[in-house]
């Protein structure tokens, strides 16, 4: 898998290799080592065989950049707690995306516009109650499947639009807290 990804510095004036930059098209699984703090926009894009990515215990990922897994072939994906922001469109038009999980107490702040637009087969998103996440935007499902969704307490602001053509979702729950 090394050979696989090609990772850079976001500083280049000290030694760590912390920002996966480009992975191989023909990539099938990635492990994410837990030094990785930023997925550079477009780095998964167009990985049609990816299904798994694996993120180390004690992940230091904090970004997720825009388009990072567009059409990629991924089937689920657990978001470690340590991603602060996933930049708008990273899972786009990811086809074979059925379940997205948030680690518990994750940082995450916000679901950017269009995350996860046209993810046809995406039924289930779970946002833990004690996650940080504040604000869903504009067409964050747009035309995926999601028939199942909890809202925690944190989240102050949902685009008008965020659920636009998600006509599956049946069970939206928000917390009462």
Do not use: H, M
């Amino acid at each position: 898998n090394e050979r696989q990804i090609i990772v850079g510095k976001s500083d280049s004036q000290k030694d760590e290799f912390d920002t996966i930059l480009f992975a191989n098209r023909d990539i099938k699984n990635a492990v994410i080592p837990n030094n990785i703090k930023y997925i550079k926009p477009y780095a998964f894009e167009y990985c049609k065989q990816l299904k798994t990515i694996f993120f180390e215990k004690d992940s230091q990922l904090s970004i997720i950049g825009k388009r990072a897994f567009s059409f990629s072939g991924l089937k689920s994906i657990k978001i470690p707690k340590s991603v602060i922001k996933i930049r708008s469109k990273a899972f786009d038009f990811c086809y074979d995306l059925k379940n997205v999980f948030f680690e518990n107490e994750s940082k995450l702040i916000s679901i950017k516009e269009e995350t996860f637009l046209f993810d046809k087969e995406l039924k289930l998103i779970e946002i833990p109650e004690n996650s940080s996440l504040q604000s869903i935007g504009s067409r964050a499902f747009y035309d995926s499947s999601i028939n199942s969704l909890f809202i925690p307490a944190t989240v102050e602001e949902l685009a008008d639009d965020c659920f636009e053509n998600a006509n599956k979702l049946t069970n939206l729950k928000i917390s009462n807290i």
